[in-house]
Each structure stands twice: as structure tokens, then as C-alpha cells.
């Protein structure tokens, strides 16, 4: 990680800054040691960049979580490699440095909540880092500007982080008890509020528990006592830790709009393919979040005798229109096909699992991602569908990171896998609902001239069904692997959610096996990259030893395997 980060902070914070329309000189942190007034304009602007650094490693592993968890097509066919993942890891650690320099520049001072603020980012970020690549430079990263400079940084064993990073978000609670003098700003996710802060600190330290509660021995009695000793994020949603984009080019020029919404509607469709079976089983089951996860933006049948359209029908002929199977779960579901179903049913156009081959000019045809979380369209059977080429208004979308969904799918986890006492039933629809809630509220908020909220009575049937489907389970085991798959459901938009869920619990088993033989097998971590390995001697092992299908992260003792 031969990486030297002297004008980091500058090439950071301009990012950060830009989006907030502000001028400055960047580069004199000017911290003032004195205990009594401490001056915090600079910090203002290492706490945006370090936020919008947040965000960006979030989107991270947005795609390729969901590429491995079978929600997407991104990253699925498993013929990764070392230099897959170059950008992935030195972007974060360059995106991390103002972080650092924000923890330097408050500790030691009387400024204890934007030092705890910093302190839960890094709890965070880093957690995130290491469920991805498992051993990590930690105790010796971001030294690149030290008074003695460290351009080979030791890694330290995954599971030494992440205990540390349970004791940072200790620390963290600690110094939000604090009296500061100093008020927070440039905060764009909470607005300086300490308490919701305080929340999130003890979520993120949750979330450090219940990912490594298999690999710890005290893993699910500490698990529990976090959750019995509350003051999470809250169960209404008011306390979730979401980015809200904008919806227009920034006054500078940038985009600030959701990735998914510039990658699918500024042009040709460039966003990834759709799983089918995402789509397929959200659309047989009457999903009330399916019309605003998905845009139709055509309703062409491609011919199969036609070269040209042979040629651009996914690989197989996987492709819902034209799946016989298909057709007889429909009839099923909503009665005899007429042609208006076709027509309908073609603007859900994606690929099966592990398809890899090449992509043909598709974009016309294939799936965008509608509503939630990107800020795209509505799309339901009385919408026509529309091609998204040229600008477009809209990509307001979120980005959910921790959310009271999520902690409500660690609670079900925690009680069916792990012990802790509870209704994970009652929770269990709960999930359900708030979900749906978070979902429909965002897409009348960013399509609302064409979006219309489900009827009350569909959403209860739907969750009807989920719960007799659950009662009907007949184990603890098996009630967990349909939840699963309902956070499989849900977590659209969050990939490292059900990548890690899956990886931490085996479930869902319902996730299609790669349609072509996979060159590897399930991911349980990223290689270590091959730049890395040729900066860093003591990265070097570790590129050659450690491979991504078959060695696990410390605290993934399930090993989860496709079966041929």
C-alpha cells in the first residue's frame, strides 16, 4: 500500500466540499489545542469528506454484494481474480485518510463528539473492509504523512479489528456523554444531533457482534446484551442511517444523483442486469414493493428464429417471456396469459444467475431499477413502458446503511439462530411492513405523478402469506432460511447486507446456481489484490495463499457452497 497521502485531505474534502457549494482553503487544519475554545472549521470539512467517504464505500458493496447474493448479474460469475479488486482497496484507504486526520485532530482536545463521530465512521468503514477482504493494515494504516512514514504497513488479523472496533464504538459512546463546547456541523446525516449519533454507535457495535458472534466465544451473550441494553436505532425509522441524493447536477458540475439512476437513465442503460428470479418470485407473489424496484422500458418479445434477436436473448433462452415454466406458475397465479401479460412480462428483461457471456446491445431492452432505492421510476400494468435514453429528472433515491429493517432482520437472527429471547414472529412482520413503508414512501416522493401506493389490503395479504408460510416452517432453522429470504427481498440496494447474511447463516438455500458451471465456487471474501501485493512485502503472501472460494473470513463458519 505504497500509497503517500499528504495532499489526501485537499483531494478528499474537495469532493466532500464541492457538494456543499463552499470555498475555502483547505489544506490548514488550524486545530486549536487550546482545551477551552477549540476551533472546528476545519473539522466541519474533514467530517463531510469523511461522511461522503461513507457513502461511497457503501455503494461498494451495494453492487457487488448483490452480484455474489444472486440479486444482480455484477460480479457472478465468480471468475474474479487478483486484480479484480486493485481500486476497491486503495480507494478505500485514500478515502479513509480524512477520517483518520479527524480522529488526530480531536483527540487530545476538548471536542469529544466529533472525535466519537469520527470514531463510529471508522467503526463502520472498517468493519465493512473487513468483511470483505478479512486480514487488513489497521494499526499501521494512513501512516503515509507520519512523522516517520509507513509505506508497508503490517496487517492485523481480522478478528484483532474487529474486537478493537467493538472497543471504538465503546469509546465512541463515551465521548457522546460528553459535555463538548464545540457544536457539531457539517454533519450530513444526523445534523449534529448527538443522540441519534449516540444510536448508531451502539448499532454499529451490534452489527460488529452479530457478524462475529459465531467467531467469538462469548459471541451471542454479548449479542444479547447489546440488544437488551437498547438504546439502538430506533424502531420507527426516524434514527436509520440513510443518504438522501439530490436530484439535479450540483452547482460545480457534479452529479448528485443516485449511482443506479445515472448508471440506468442517463443514456443507454448501462446499470447491470436484474436477477430473474428476483423479479419472478417478487412479481408471482404479489410483492407490493415489485412495481417500484423495477422499470419496464419495453415491451418488445424478442424472436428466437430471428438471428439478431436470438443473438440478444440471454444466454440459454433464460428469458421470462419466453420460459414455458414461467407461463405455468403465472396461469397460476393470475389466470389464462392473454397477449397484454406478454407484452407486460417482456420489459422484465434480465439474466439468470452466472451468465457471463458477452452483452450484446441490450440496453434498449433490459430491466432498470426503478424507484427504490435508485430514485427512478414507477412501473405497474397500467404504466406504459418508456425507453430511458437522454436526461432524465429524478435519482433523488437512498442509500440505506443501517436501518431499523436491518436491525429488525439481526433480531429475528439473533433469537432463531442465537438464542436471545423474543417474539420473531411478531418482528418478523414487522420487518415486513416497515419495509414496504420505507419503500412505497420513497417512490411517491420521487415518482409522484405516476406512482400509487398498494391497497392495504394487498400488503396484508402479502404479509399473510409470508407469516403462514413461517408458521407453517418446522424448525427454528427453517423458519430462519424463509426469513432470509424475505431480507433478500428487502435488502435491494443494501448487496452487503444479504452477502454477509448469507455468508454468516447459510441462508436463503432458495438462490438459483449459476446456469453455466461456475469457474469457482460461492465468494467468501475478495482476493487481495495483485497491486497490493506488489508494494506491500507483507501483502505478497497473502496474495498468492489466500483464495476468495475457499478461505472464509474469521467469523463466517458456514463456508456456504453451491451444490452441483
Not at 415 to 429: P, S, V, Y
Not at 477 to 485: E, G, S
Request: aromatic fraction near 12%.
Amino acid at each position: 500500500m505504497k500509497l503517500t497521502y499528504k495532499s489526501t485531505f485537499k483531494l478528499l474534502a474537495v469532493g466532500g466540499v464541492m457538494m456543499l457549494n463552499t470555498s475555502c482553503e483547505l489544506t490548514n487544519l488550524d486545530i486549536n489545542t487550546n482545551p477551552n475554545a477549540p476551533a472546528n472549521a476545519s473539522v466541519n470539512l474533514l467530517l463531510s469528506s469523511a461522511e461522503f467517504s461513507t457513502i461511497g464505500n457503501a455503494g461498494v458493496l451495494r453492487n457487488t454484494g448483490a452480484g455474489f447474493a444472486g440479486q444482480m448479474n455484477s460480479s457472478d460469475d465468480y471468475n474474479v481474480s487478483n486484480s479484480s479488486f486493485n481500486g476497491t482497496w486503495n480507494g478505500f484507504y485514500l478515502s479513509m485518510q480524512d477520517n483518520e486526520e479527524l480522529i488526530k485532530a480531536t483527540t487530545g482536545v476538548n471536542n469529544p463528539h466529533y472525535l466519537a463521530i469520527a470514531q463510529v465512521l471508522k467503526a463502520y468503514n472498517m468493519g465493512n473492509h473487513v468483511d470483505l477482504f478479512g486480514d487488513s493494515p489497521y494499526t499501521d494504516a494512513w501512516k503515509g504523512n507520519a512523522a516517520t512514514p509507513n509505506f508497508v504497513p503490517k496487517f492485523d488479523k481480522d478478528s484483532d479489528i474487529y474486537e478493537d472496533l467493538i472497543k471504538l464504538c465503546d469509546a465512541a459512546i463515551a465521548n457522546f456523554a460528553k459535555t463538548s463546547p464545540v457544536t457539531v456541523k457539517g454533519d450530513i446525516f444526523y445534523n449534529g444531533n448527538i443522540t441519534k449519533w449516540t444510536k448508531l454507535a451502539k448499532t454499529v457495535k451490534l452489527r460488529l457482534l452479530l457478524n462475529s458472534r459465531k467467531g467469538r466465544a462469548t459471541g451471542n451473550a454479548d449479542l444479547a446484551k447489546a440488544f437488551n441494553d437498547g438504546g439502538l436505532i430506533d424502531a420507527s425509522g426516524a434514527d436509520d442511517f440513510t443518504y438522501v441524493y439530490g436530484s439535479a447536477i450540483n452547482a460545480n458540475g457534479s452529479d448528485g444523483r443516485h449511482p443506479w439512476f445515472q448508471n440506468a437513465y442517463l443514456g443507454d442503460n448501462g446499470f447491470s442486469y436484474i436477477s430473474h428470479q428476483l423479479m419472478q418470485e417478487m412479481m408471482l407473489s404479489k410483492d407490493p414493493r415489485f412495481p417500484f424496484y423495477f422499470y419496464r422500458q419495453s415491451s418488445t418479445i424478442l424472436n428466437p428464429a430471428n438471428p439478431t434477436d436470438r443473438g440478444t436473448i440471454p444466454y440459454g433462452g433464460t428469458y421470462l417471456v419466453l420460459k414455458p415454466k414461467f407461463w405455468e406458475s403465472y396461469k397460476e397465479v393470475f389466470g389464462t396469459p392473454k397477449k397484454a401479460d406478454s407484452l407486460y412480462v417482456a420489459g422484465y428483461f434480465g439474466r439468470d444467475r452466472g451468465d457471463n457471456t458477452g452483452a450484446p446491445a441490450d440496453g434498449a431492452l433490459r430491466t432498470a431499477p426503478g424507484c427504490y432505492p435508485g430514485g427512478g421510476f414507477y412501473s405497474d400494468r397500467s404504466t406504459a413502458a418508456k425507453a430511458l435514453t437522454g436526461g432524465a429528472t429524478g435519482g433523488n433515491g437512498v442509500q440505506p446503511m443501517i436501518t431499523s429493517v436491518n436491525l429488525k432482520f439481526y433480531q429475528i437472527e439473533a433469537i432463531l439462530d442465537g438464542g436471545l429471547a423474543g417474539n420473531a414472529r411478531t418482528i418478523f412482520e414487522s420487518a415486513i411492513r416497515d419495509h414496504i413503508g420505507k419503500v412505497v414512501a420513497l417512490g411517491l416522493r420521487v415518482d409522484a405523478a405516476n406512482a400509487k401506493a398498494p391497497a392495504a389490503a394487498d400488503i396484508t395479504a402479502y404479509v399473510d402469506a409470508q407469516l403462514k408460510a413461517y408458521d407453517a416452517a418446522p424448525s427454528n432453522n427453517a423458519k430462519l432460511n424463509l426469513v432470509m429470504k424475505q431480507a433478500w427481498y428487502s435488502y435491494w440496494g443494501q448487496g452487503g447486507e444479504i452477502w454477509n447474511a448469507m455468508r454468516r447463516t447459510g441462508y436463503p438455500t432458495a438462490i438459483q446456481t449459476p446456469i453455466l458451471k461456475p469457474k469457482r465456487q460461492f465468494a467468501l471474501r475478495l482476493p487481495y489484490p495483485s497491486g497490493e501485493g506488489n508494494l506491500n512485502t507483507n501483502a505478497a503472501e497473502k496474495v498468492t495463499s489466500i483464495v476468495f472460494d475457499r478461505d472464509p473470513v474469521f467469523w463466517d463458519k458456514v463456508k456456504l457452497k453451491w451444490e452441483f
